[in-house]
Each structure stands twice: as structure tokens, then as C-alpha cells.
């Protein structure tokens, strides 16, 4: 009788859910939730919460929330969603009335369905625009996408919950590349987060043309971060260096803590369309932002980033074997001890029966990797969408540094990658000066120059100092001092 009970439960809970599930209901789990494309996900109260929209007159039309709390619950019958973000004690949804269309809202509720939604207000009073990502905190919410300009050209720009204003946003200028004020539209912004250099700008992740004329002249280049002194977006280098006309990025993702930005770029290679994912580092309050490749799955040779977790610590995304064969895309994780995985291997080492899938993309990563939601094909049917959500995956082990040791009153501390811990900086700024606004070079023993940004005259903003490298501070003479613990989060150089 026992046994019953339990399993007439389980069929219940699922029923609930209004998901079916492929793997066990204790550990990791695959949930299907039918027809749709995921925009995001975040933790709610320990649970995760997944947005969702459907366009597919197969299925439910609409815009929709899973949680393993309440199940599908839908939010607006119409219109498409772009991204969810937590604010405070709610969530909040960006997204279109209409599906693809150009009228920008937002919702703010719980988990269960409730709340409203609230249209946004022209960009620069006078021009349609689309949502196409959020962030938030307790504070501020931020919407981000791109307007219709005069030439019908798509343009960057950002809403602002406290200021209940959408403003188009300055591309990259005096960025000191050769021809380095060729930048302009299209241009979106396709990523934010409410963490940033600067309180209240966000950080932000998007694209615009290079050089050429007309919409799509030129080559798409990665832009994003917030530049202070020339109030504009960042011009951010691809792998192949200085942005050309042909070689491209985009930059797509943003961490929730800011420290990380996550894309795609061209290299140099004999083979046609050959695209590695990669990612950018904080700070990102300069041009010339340098980025990092992601190895590809074996046997790829076109890879994007599409979702990275909140502290950046697990980046994930599709690739093929060549940019002509879908029938070879799946979808990668990548994380610093782990490497590059193909999700079919992480899914089947964890238990969770995959028959039936293909994996096609990965659009959102929360609880540092334990939550992953995207899109598939089921049964070789190519021609429908489905969304997907895996919970309770084992969190990847963090990459560990040598240890980075306090010196002075403060006693020795060793963290882990990206831990965040109250820290004294003790060293000397290069030849006593300021390299930029709230930062300076420490050498750390090795001979390696240190840089640390201060969260001082910036409490809203990063959630603490960034030190990129390992190995042990030490006092140098004249020393500078910070007399206030700051906090420090540690991002050794992988």
C-alpha cells in the first residue's frame, strides 16, 4: 500500500506540473514543457522559475511560467517573451503584446501567475522598440532591445524602472581602434543586468555594425559594459583583435553579478563560417575589452553562447559540425574544471532517459549550473519547437586558486574561484597614479601585475573588487592602503 501512495503521488505532482518528466523525480530530472522557446530562468524562494512563449498554433498560444512550485501557469494569451530577472519579492518578464512585434512591456508578479503588465513608454518619446532582455535587483529594473530609427534601421536601447524612461543608446566612439567611430545601426542590445560600473547604466551585451553603409553594411561587432567617459557603449575586440568589416562578434549574455559577458566570434581560418563562442571579462567601463575562446565540442566548428549562470562561472550554448548541418547541433556546457560537454553526456550521466531528443540550444542557467532550460526537436520532427528544463544537476566544482592571502590586521584567507570575501588590499599603484576611475595594479609576487576595482563611490554597483590573478598579495613600499574592508571577488585567469 505504501508503494501505491507514493506512486499515485508522483503521477499527481506531474500531472500538476503540466510537464512530463524523463528521469528520476529525486536528483536530476528533464522536464518537458511542450511546445515553446525559453527566454530565461531564475531561483524563486530555492525553486527555479522558467519564462517561456509559444507561437506555434499546435499548441497553447501565449506566454507562460514553469516552476516546480505551481507548474505551467500562463500570463498573457499573445506576445512573446524575452528574458525574466528577480526583483526584490518579484519576478519580472520582459517582453512584445505581439509576437515579434515592436510594443515593449513588462510584467511583475509571482511564480503562481499573478500580476499585471505594464507597457513601456517610447524610446526617446517617439519610437517603437522591442524587448529583448532584463535585469534587475531589489532596486531597479532594466529592459533592454532595440527601436525602428528614420531609416528603419534597429538602434540600441534601454528602459529605466526608476526614471519610467526608454532612451536610445550612444554606440561606440573614441575608441582609439583604427577607424574606430565606424560603429552604427542596426544595433541591439540583447543582455543587462542591473550590476555595473556605473549605478543605475547597467551592464549590458548586444551588437552593432561596423563600417559599410546602410542597416547591414559591414560586419556585426560585439558592444556592451557602459563607458563613463565618453558616455556610450563598449567596443569590444573579437579573436581576432581590432573589429574589422568581415570578421565578427556578438556579445549576447551578461552575468547577474556584471562580471561577464558571454558571445560569439569569427577567427581567421581556410574553412567558411567558422564561429567559436567565447566570452568577455569585467570591467567593463573601457574600450577594447579582450575575450576569451570556449574549446568547442570535437568535430564543431560553429559554436554560440546563449546562457551563462549568475556568476558566470557556467556558460552554455548550441554548436554544429558545419554552419550548413543541423542535423549535428546540440547543445555544449562549458565550465573552467569541467571543460566542454556535450549536454547529451551530462543528461545520460545523471541518469535521465534523452531517447527521442535533440538538443538545439541552452537559453537560460541559474543555481551556478544545477538549473539548465532551452529548446529540441522530439522524434525527428524538425518542424516543432519544444522547451525543456533539467533541475537537479550536480553544481560543477569550482576551479581553485593557490590561494590568495590577506596581509596586515587581516588573517590569511584561501577562497575558491569567485568567492566573495571581505578583504584589506595592501600594495602600490604603477609610477603613484590612478589608471582609470576607481582602479589600480597590485603586483602579487610573481611579477604579474594585479588590477583591483574598488567597489568604493559604487555601493549599487559591482559586488565587490576584481583581482585577475592568483597567487599571494604582498605589502610594497609606499604602500596604499585601503583601511575599510572591501569585498573581493577572486576571478583567477583560466
Not at 579582450?290 to 551563462?308: C, D, F, T
Request: a neutral charge; one cysteine or more.
Amino acid at each position: 500500500m505504501k508503494r501505491t501512495s507514493l506512486r499515485l503521488c508522483l503521477v499527481v505532482l506531474l500531472v500538476l506540473c503540466g510537464a512530463s518528466t524523463f528521469g528520476s523525480v529525486v536528483g536530476a530530472s528533464l522536464y518537458n514543457l511542450g511546445l515553446g522557446v525559453p527566454t530565461g530562468a531564475v531561483m524563486y524562494g530555492g525553486h527555479p522559475v522558467v519564462a517561456f512563449h509559444n507561437t506555434d498554433a499546435a499548441g497553447p498560444l501565449g506566454i507562460f511560467l514553469w516552476s516546480t512550485l505551481h507548474g505551467t501557469v500562463q500570463i498573457d494569451t499573445a506576445g512573446d517573451s524575452a528574458g525574466i530577472a528577480r526583483q526584490a519579492l518579484n519576478l519580472v518578464v520582459a517582453g512584445n503584446a505581439t509576437a515579434g512585434g515592436y510594443d515593449a512591456r513588462y510584467w511583475q508578479g509571482t511564480p503562481d501567475g499573478s500580476g499585471t503588465w505594464t507597457t513601456l513608454p517610447l524610446v526617446d518619446g517617439s519610437r517603437i522598440w522591442r524587448a529583448r532582455g532584463i535585469g534587475a535587483s531589489d532596486s531597479q529594473i532594466l529592459v533592454v532591445g532595440s527601436y525602428k530609427d528614420a531609416n528603419n534601421c534597429d538602434g540600441a536601447c534601454r528602459w529605466r524602472w526608476d526614471l519610467n524612461s526608454a532612451s536610445s543608446l550612444q554606440l561606440p566612439k573614441n575608441t582609439g581602434f583604427p577607424l574606430g567611430n565606424q560603429y552604427h545601426n542596426n544595433s541591439f542590445i540583447y543582455g543587462v543586468t542591473a550590476a555595473g560600473f556605473n549605478p543605475g547604466m547597467g551592464t549590458m551585451a548586444g551588437q552593432c555594425q561596423y563600417m559599410g553603409s546602410g542597416c547591414t553594411g559591414g560586419a556585426r561587432q560585439a558592444i556592451g559594459g557602459w563607458v563613463p567617459a565618453y558616455s556610450c557603449l563598449g567596443a569590444f575586440k573579437n579573436l581576432n583583435g581590432f573589429p574589422d568589416n568581415k570578421r565578427e562578434a556578438v556579445a549576447r549574455v551578461v552575468s547577474l553579478d556584471g562580471s561577464r559577458i558571454a558571445g560569439f566570434s569569427y577567427e581567421p581560418s581556410t574553412i567558411s563560417n567558422i564561429r567559436w563562442a567565447c566570452y568577455w571579462d569585467a570591467p567593463f567601463a573601457e574600450h577594447g575589452v579582450e575575450p576569451v575562446k570556449i574549446p568547442i565540442l570535437p568535430g564543431h566548428n560553429y559554436a554560440e553562447s546563449w546562457a551563462i549562470s549568475e556568476d558566470g562561472y557556467v556558460i552554455g550554448g548550441f554548436s554544429l559540425d558545419t554552419a550548413n548541418n543541423p542535423g549535428s547541433r546540440t547543445c555544449w556546457v562549458w565550465d573552467p574544471v569541467n571543460g566542454t560537454r556535450d549536454i547529451r553526456d551530462i543528461l545520460t550521466e545523471n541518469g535521465i532517459d534523452i531517447s527521442g531528443w535533440q538538443f538545439t540550444n541552452i537559453t537560460g542557467i541559474c543555481d551556478d549550473g544545477s538549473v539548465m532550460t532551452g529548446t529540441g526537436y522530439r522524434d525527428g520532427d524538425t518542424s516543432k519547437t519544444y522547451a525543456w528544463v533539467v533541475v537537479g544537476l550536480p553544481k560543477p566544482p569550482k576551479f581553485t586558486t593557490k590561494g590568495i592571502t590577506g596581509v596586515g590586521a587581516y588573517a590569511p584567507v584561501t577562497h575558491a574561484a569567485r568567492a566573495v570575501f571581505p578583504y584589506v588590499v595592501w600594495g602600490r599603484v604603477v609610477n603613484d597614479t590612478y589608471l582609470t576611475s576607481n582602479s589600480f595594479n597590485l603586483n602579487d609576487g610573481s611579477g604579474k601585475l594585479v588590477r583591483v576595482f574598488s567597489n568604493n563611490g559604487h555601493p549599487a554597483s559591482y559586488p565587490g573588487a576584481y583581482v585577475r590573478v592568483q597567487g599571494k598579495l604582498t605589502r610594497t613600499n609606499p604602500p596604499l592602503i585601503f583601511t575599510n574592508y572591501d569585498d573581493v571577488l577572486i576571478i583567477p585567469d583560466f
